[in-house]
């Protein structure tokens, strides 16, 4: 009986969330962006495999070059030969890609079932976890503007942040601060450092503030920051097809979504109000008829 409410207590809170829009916090997902964040520039260079690879299959960082099954507990050495001796640098390089599998204890379950392809993307959020994960996300960056710019899309994001303007309400917001969320960015405020959830990146925003004070320097001279190039070279983020701009395709579905909703009231609205030979007529001429 215990273990019956228990459980129904866990259901409702999840439904909970879900009505709210609040995601559910995925443990398998959890547990692998924790060993992701124990790589870095100073542990983990010159490797022929990236991090997510390595975490995928139950490796965290030990110590430098040296890995840990988070499972089998066992270890695993990644000291690589010089690359200027070409021919055992690359049979090296081929033993750890093989290693990562073979490495774990017999009975270890990542020596056989590594975490699905779906780890190494961006989290996939519904529609309504989409939006309020943004909204809050921008609640930080309440009266912060940077220069920033994106090499690419920028006028679809433009066209996306004016409908996300005006379809919620978020105080003090501007574009490159959508931006900075939109590409996969949460503000530290109290350190003034923007940070990736998902490779783990830190970088101060301060150099690309704007500043309205007089006396300032005009913008135009100040530096401009590529928010989507401040991630690691192999997070998730700046995937082409599958990073930040699979968030974009979502916002901007959304948006068509919400037109054709509208779109679809007014003419029931009018419709209805139209005298029976009238609605034929435009039933005729819409093609329903």
């Known amino acids: 009986m215990e273990t019956s409410d228990r459980k129904r207590k866990l259901d409702q809170s999840i439904i909970r969330k879900l009505y709210h829009g609040v995601p559910c916090k995925d443990p398998t997902r959890e547990s692998f962006l ?16 990236d991090p997510p690879q390595c975490a995928r299959q139950g490796w965290e960082i030990a110590e430098k070059d040296v890995l840990k099954c988070v499972m089998c507990h066992q270890f695993l050495s990644v000291t690589l030969p010089s690359p200027s001796k070409h021919l055992p640098y690359k049979e090296a390089c081929s033993k750890l890609r093989s290693r990562l599998a073979s490495a774990h204890s017999k009975f270890c379950l990542y020596s056989t079932n590594p975490l699905p392809d779906s780890v190494l993307e961006i989290d996939h959020l519904s529609n309504m976890e989409l939006q309020d994960t943004i909204q809050q996300q921008l ?14 899309s ?11 303007v005006e379809t919620l309400t978020v105080p003090d917001i501007n574009l490159s601060s959508f931006i900075l969320v939109l590409t996969g960015w949460q503000f530290l405020k109290d350190d003034m450092l923007l940070q990736c959830d998902y490779c783990n990146r830190k970088w101060s925003i301060e150099p690309y503030l704007i500043q309205r004070n007089a006396g300032e320097k005009s913008d135009s001279v100040r530096p401009t920051v590529d928010p989507v190039g401040q991630h690691q070279r192999w997070c998730a983020w700046r995937a082409e097809e599958r990073g930040w701009k699979s968030r974009l395709l979502q916002l901007q579905q959304l948006k ?4 054709r909703e509208k779109r679809s009231r007014f003419n029931s609205s009018v419709c209805g109000s139209l005298p029976d030979n009238m ?11």
Do not use: C, Q
Request: glycine share 4%; proline share 2%; no cysteine.
């Open 279 to 289: 609605k034929a007529v435009r039933k005729l001429l819409n093609g329903t008829l």
């Open 34 to 49: 924790k060993r992701l964040k124990t790589y870095n520039v100073f542990n983990w260079s010159g490797k022929p495999v």
């Open 139 to 152: 609640l930080a960056f309440k009266n912060i503007e940077v220069l920033s710019h994106i090499t690419s």
């Open 154 to 164: 920028e006028e679809e994001v433009k066209e996306i942040f004016d409908w996300f």
């Open 256 to 259: 068509e979504s919400r037109s």
